[in-house]
């Protein structure tokens, strides 16, 4: 069956510091890819979606590409800001299906000033 | 983009009574989906709310716990029933099929519950 897998957290870092957030997939066909963002006693925002391979989803100065070789979307910014602390969860759906993702388990992320 | 909107945003029940969560949408959307949350959890999917006929529950989920409706192309209720302790947790509905993008699901604000 299909599955995400994300790094651990939580993920500390300083203001204005780089982030990567691991994602790998398991998925049969060609799915489609999101990020999605909780921030603290809210629901889920998408973030960014990707939906063929070599796509780079890209939003609010975040991005990911879907790399098929390696079943990755790993998520990347270049500067934090204290702002981006939040839970994140990768997802996908998969094709020729009703669509309901499955995601990942979240990975938390504080950013100190 | 469309507007998910949730009633009641939070609650704390007693042991034993029910609560209904309400969740509206801005614009006509094929499927409605519930969605629970537990503490520093990931998502579970409930059910799929469908339009004019019973809902579809997950494996470990029963309509007389988790009784749903959708009378329309923009609404549902999810009933939260002889709430215990353990059903504590944020209760998210989501919609695909907004703007005939049929990939993607976008997430109400979430009712967050509190069962005493």
């Known amino acids: 069956g299909n599955s995400v897998t994300q790094m651990e957290g939580p993920v500390t870092l300083s203001e204005e510091a780089f982030l990567t957030i691991n994602c790998t997939y398991t998925a049969t066909g060609y799915p489609s890819l999101f990020w999605y963002v909780q921030y603290p006693g809210e629901g889920l925002q998408l973030l960014l979606k990707a939906t063929k391979a070599d796509d780079k989803g890209s939003n609010k100065g975040f991005e990911a590409t879907y790399r098929k070789e390696t079943t990755s979307f790993h998520l990347e910014k270049g500067s934090v800001q204290v702002s981006d602390s939040a839970v994140y969860f990768c997802?996908?759906?998969?094709?020729?299906?009703?669509?309901?993702?499955?995601f990942g388990r979240g990975t938390s992320l504080i950013v100190h000033p | 983009s469309a507007v998910i909107s949730q009633k009641p945003s939070r609650d704390i029940c007693q042991r034993g009574t029910s609560l209904t969560i309400q969740c509206q949408v801005d614009?006509?959307?094929?499927?409605m989906f519930w969605y629970r949350q537990q503490p520093g959890q990931s998502l579970t999917l409930i059910a799929t709310?469908?339009?004019?006929?019973?809902?579809?529950?997950e494996s470990g989920f029963v309509i007389d716990k988790f009784p749903i409706s959708r009378p329309n192309l923009t609404f549902s209720t999810l009933t939260v029933s002889n709430m215990s302790p353990e059903d504590s947790s944020i209760y998210l509905c989501s919609v695909d099929g907004l703007a005939g993008v049929t990939d993607t699901q976008y997430f109400g604000p979430g009712t967050r519950l509190t069962v005493l």
């Open positions: 614009s006509q959307v094929t499927m």
């Open positions: 709310a469908n339009q004019g006929s019973e809902a579809t529950y």
């Open positions: 997802a996908l759906s998969a094709s020729g299906g009703s669509y309901i993702p499955t």
